[in-house]
């Protein structure tokens, strides 16, 4: 068997510019996951350009094992004065939180920095360096990998202490009843069209990726209003949403169905949505219209929607 060879790809010839590229990059639900696996989080997304103090965080997270907020701060060159100096601005303003500093390489000064800090400071204060790297084999695309640089102390034990209790905690009535539903949304979904989504959880929504970042169909269980929905969530760029917008009247054509357009202008995300009313959970007898409607609008926006998104031009 012929093996290829792994080819180092330079950051800047993929992500130009940290805050138009990189962050949406890394904002998108598969990265953050991605990163989450390499550090035992389970980061979920909070916001982008988040002002703390005087200055913007790059990404805000919430760590849904210890229930803290996380701060990320991208670089995508050698670590520098100023971005340390702005982590520790974060860490003074801040009672609890986790500092993930991400650049393209760490001087030897920072992160020496990093392990004093993580020595000197409680367990409400944490920081964790992280090098971002891309590799491909051949012509394949490039591949991102994290390589973490600092850490806590023991932090491998306490996070897999936290992902078990998680994982173990006693789940309410209604996030049984989602975790089911999901579960069997994935499955019909799966039989039907060969399109997967991320592992069903206990949460009110279901993401299927498009194949690009920061933009995926996104299911939802509406339990205060009783509705279903269904929504093309866009995260990662505002000319995204309004390039989709210009093409309205084909794309409601093409769903068979009239959309919710909102682009939401004080928040990053975008979202182009679809209800269903009269939609209890709680009513088991009613789940197979439910799974029906949900499976066919998946498999519809897949269709309508992923082609386009391909096309999308980055302003």
């Known amino acids: 068997m012929e093996l290829g060879l792994l080819e180092r790809v330079d950051l800047r010839s993929i992500w130009e510019n940290e805050a138009s590229h990189f962050t949406p990059w890394l904002a998108s639900e598969e990265n953050i996951s991605l990163l989450s696996d390499t550090l035992g989080m389970n980061l979920e997304l909070e916001a982008q350009e988040k002002q703390v103090g005087p200055f913007r965080a790059d990404i805000l997270c ?14 995508l060159e050698i670590t520098d004065h100023l971005h340390l100096g ?17 650049a393209s390489k760490f001087r030897e000064e920072h992160r020496a920095t990093l392990d004093w ?5 409680g367990d409400n204060v944490q920081f964790f360096g992280c090098e971002v790297e891309l590799w491909k084999i051949a012509d394949s695309p490039p591949a991102p990998k994290f390589n973490i640089i600092s ?23 209604t996030q049984l009843l989602q975790k089911e539903y999901w579960g069997q949304l994935c499955a019909i979904v799966l039989e039907k069209k060969n399109t997967k989504s991320r592992n069903p959880t206990h ?5 299927f990726p498009l194949g690009r970042a920061g933009i995926y169909i996104n299911c939802l269980i509406l339990n205060r209003d009783n509705k279903l929905a269904i929504e093309l969530r866009v995260s990662s760029n505002k000319s995204y949403y309004h390039q989709l917008h210009s093409q309205k009247d084909e794309i409601e054509s093409e769903l068979g169905n009239i959309l919710t357009w909102m682009e939401q ?12 009313d009269n939609s209890d959970l709680n009513v088991r007898e009613h789940w197979p219209k439910f799974l029906e409607w949900h499976k066919n609008l998946v498999v519809k926006f897949d269709e309508v929607f992923r082609e386009r998104v391909k096309l999308l031009k980055s302003e």
């Open 151 to 173: 850490k806590p102390n023991d932090w491998s034990r306490q996070a897999g202490k936290a992902a078990k209790s998680l994982e173990n905690e006693e789940l309410t009535e």
């Open 203 to 207: 949460r009110n929504y279901l993401i």
């Open 117 to 121: 800090l993580n020595e000197i400071t």
């Open 86 to 102: 702005q982590l520790l601005t974060y860490a003074a303003g801040l009672h609890a939180v986790s500092i993930i500093w991400i």
């Open 265 to 276: 202008p004080e928040s990053n995300v975008s979202r182009i949505m679809l209800f269903k």
């Open 62 to 75: 919430k760590d849904s094992y210890s229930d803290s907020w996380v701060l990320i701060e991208n670089q």
